[in-house]
Structures are given as structure tokens and as C-alpha cells.
T-cell receptor, first 111, second 113 residues
Framework: SQQGEEDPQALSIQEGENATMNCSYK?????LQWYRQNSGRGLVHLIL?????REKHSGRLRVTLDTSKKSSSLLITASRAADTASYFC???????????FGRGTSLIVHP | GAGVSQSPRYKVTKRGQDVALRCDPI?????LYWYRQALGQGPEFLTY????????KSGLPNDRFSAERPEGSISTLTIQRTEQRDSAMYRC???????????FGEGSRLTVL
């Protein structure tokens, strides 16, 4: 079963524009993570945000978490063609240390 | 290298054969996870270990699937009597601690004919 659901399923933008992806989940979480996957390769960790945090930044990435709405968003600013990839959110909850992944958002950035 | 290493990268087998997939985690990482990923989907949890102890195997689809990590380092995922529906990318990840950042390998693509 998949806890998180990303929205939209696919996103196509021009280089330089911002990209926003959302993740909604069903049960209370301990942590939420975002990962990137290029063309079926291994997933690469981007950011981890804890349930008591509201916002985190890493370079051009900004992640927000709204636990009251059970949702998170990932913003990529000034996108580049190299940002083309699938983006997944993963949550763990309760006493489980098992990150559970959503289906992902496929981002295409046109040069 | 310093990353998570999986072998074989590609495995083609006939229905009914047993396969063993190997994962060599980052040295010193306590937790090791196995996931399965279908095309266009996110990784689906199979099982995970802390050191040599299997903490949760609730994601293993049936008793043809098993995993071990006898010395708390390298892990093997074994699928017995493979079926065509077992065809997928099998991904291993390790983490310094549970509930932290996962470091993924490149995966083992299994095709069952």
C-alpha cells in the first residue's frame, strides 16, 4: 500500500520556471522525505522534514509541511533541464521506520 | 566505491528457477531495506533489517520470497520458483539509522520468462 500520493502525476515546464509538486498522505507521520529518480536509475535523497518542522530549504529546493492538511509541497526554483526526473515523497509513521513511497510526479523541463 | 552495490544488475531466468539478488550496503550502515519497483510506480517495501535482525518482512508477497543479512552487512533476497509476475526492478537501500535518509543502489532488474 502507498501512503503518500503525489500531485500532479506529470508536469511539463520551460527552463527557468518554478516547479511545484505536492504530496498528500493519510495517517500522521514522523518524517517526510523527497527523492529524485532519473530515468529508472537509483533514487537520490533530496530533503527530510520532520513532523514538527514546517519548512526546509536546500539550494533551489524548498519543502513545506502542513500536518493539519496532511500534505507537503516541493518547490524547485529556476528549473534546469537537468531537473528532468521523477520525484517521490516517502513517509514513515508510528513506530515503523519504513519509508513508504508514493507513485511520483514526472517532471520534464524543456531547454 | 562508497555507494550501495547490487548484483546482478540484470537477471533473466526461466519460470520455476530460483534467483538470488545481492546487496552490499554502505559500510557501517545499520539499516538495510529491500524494495520492488514496477515501471512508472514508486518503490514498494518488501523487508528491512537492523544489523542482522530482520525487523519487518510484511511486504514480502508470499513465502517464495525470503531475505537474510547474516553478518549485518551484505544481504541476499531470494526468490524461489520464480513466476512471470516476479519480473520487476528490485532495489536495495541502506541507512545509518532507521527512519533516516535512504541511500539506494542502482537496482537489479529481474525478468522471468
Amino acid at each position: 500500500s502507498q501512503q503518500g500520493e503525489e500531485d500532479p502525476q506529470a508536469l511539463s515546464i520551460q527552463e527557468g520556471e518554478n516547479a511545484t509538486m505536492n504530496c498528500s498522505y493519510k495517517t500522521s507521520i514522523n518524517n517526510l522525505q523527497w527523492y529524485r529518480q532519473n530515468s529508472g536509475r537509483g533514487l537520490v535523497h533530496l530533503i527530510l522534514i520532520r513532523s514538527n518542522e514546517r519548512e526546509k530549504h536546500s539550494g533551489r529546493l524548498r519543502v513545506t509541511l502542513d500536518t493539519s492538511k496532511k500534505s507537503s509541497s516541493l518547490l524547485i526554483t529556476a528549473s534546469r533541464a537537468a531537473d528532468t526526473a521523477s520525484y517521490f515523497c516517502a513517509t514513515d509513521s508510528g513506530g515503523s521506520y519504513i519509508p513508504t513511497f508514493g507513485r511520483g510526479t514526472s517532471l520534464i523541463v524543456h531547454p | 566505491g562508497a555507494g550501495v552495490s547490487q548484483s546482478p544488475r540484470y537477471k533473466v531466468t526461466k519460470r520455476g528457477q530460483d534467483v538470488a539478488l545481492r546487496c552490499d550496503p554502505i559500510s557501517g550502515h545499520v539499516s538495510l531495506y529491500w524494495y520492488r519497483q514496477a515501471l512508472g510506480q514508486g518503490p514498494e517495501f518488501l523487508t528491512y533489517f537492523n544489523y542482522e535482525a530482520q525487523q519487518d518482512k510484511s511486504g514480502l508477497p508470499n513465502d517464495r520470497f525470503s531475505a537474510e543479512r547474516p553478518e549485518g552487512s551484505i544481504s541476499t533476497l531470494t526468490i524461489q520458483r520464480t513466476e512471470q509476475r516476479d519480473s520487476a526492478m528490485y532495489r536495495c537501500a541502506s541507512s545509518p539509522v532507521g527512519a533516516g535518509e535512504l541511500f539506494f543502489g542502482e537496482g537489479s532488474r529481474l525478468t522471468v520468462l
